[in-house]
């Protein structure tokens, strides 16, 4: 019910746009998040906004440098990404919380897309 698009090969410091889409059930009245896995590591937290926008959760590695946004009448979830570096190398997921609160634990999230690959070139 999640799709993401938007991935592809750049190079280092340049930005990025990923896109999730889904159904209005989708996307309800939930919190929306951003996950990746770098190749033969788990999958970690990106980042999370709650339903309406208002709060957000960030992981310390992408702070600064990624937003996450949200148009909700089109049910998209949006990942912008810039000053990409090598390490952020990796399959990116979107994922609906379980509620409308912006949290960062990976058990809080019940609904996934199927990802899409982001490489980044040094």
């Known amino acids: 019910q999640l799709e993401e698009s938007g991935g592809r090969l750049v190079q280092a410091g340049d930005s990025l746009r990923l896109i999730c889409t889904g159904s209005?059930?989708?996307?309800?009245?939930?919190?929306m998040g951003w996950f990746r896995q770098a190749p033969g590591k788990k999958r970690e937290f990106v980042g999370c906004l709650s339903v309406v926008g208002g709060t957000s959760e960030y992981s310390d590695s992408v702070k600064g440098r990624f937003t996450i946004s949200r148009d909700n009448a089109k049910n998209t979830l949006y990942l912008q990404m810039n000053n990409l570096k090598p390490e952020d190398t990796g399959v990116y997921y979107c994922a609906r919380n379980r509620g409308p609160l912006a949290t960062v634990s990976e058990e809080d999230f019940v609904s996934w897309g199927q990802g899409t690959q982001v490489t980044v070139s040094s």
């Open positions: 209005r059930r989708a996307f309800g009245p939930y919190a």
